[in-house]
């Protein structure tokens, strides 16, 4: 059974930092994409980067490129999302996703996705 427990979220001021940490446990996961989603009310879930397990490659979505960085601690089981100069329009919740496989081209569509974390609140305040 897999399970993704995110960690780390919380009310920053515009121009900001967090880190969100995603634990993961229950399957070897060298072979899986992970991803971070974001979701703000009223909106839909969308994609926000994802990494490669087995070889650390990255692929962000264009509103975050330059201010969130995606890592992964083998050792822990653990994905990060570091997150800079943050932006009232990045407050959502923010979940973490586990995609088996990796057929040719990056999954950033929710539906791809068949784990998931419970979510945790990003509040940016201006």
């Known amino acids: 059974q897999v399970q993704l427990v995110e960690s780390g979220g919380g009310l920053v001021q515009v121009g900001g930092s967090l880190r969100l940490s995603c634990a993961a446990s229950?399957?070897?996961?060298?072979?899986?994409?992970m991803a971070w989603f974001r979701q703000a009310p009223g909106k839909e879930r969308e994609f926000v980067v994802a990494i490669k397990w087995s070889d650390g490659s990255t692929y962000y979505a264009d509103s975050v490129k330059g201010r969130f960085t995606i890592s992964r601690d083998n050792a822990k089981n653990t994905v990060y999302l570091e997150m800079n100069s943050l932006k009232p329009e990045d407050t959502a919740v923010y979940y973490c996703a586990a995609h088996f496989g990796f057929f040719g081209s990056w999954p950033v569509r929710p539906m791809q996705y068949g784990y998931w974390g419970q979510g945790t609140q990003v509040t940016v305040s201006s």
């Open positions: 229950g399957r070897t996961f060298s072979s899986y994409t």
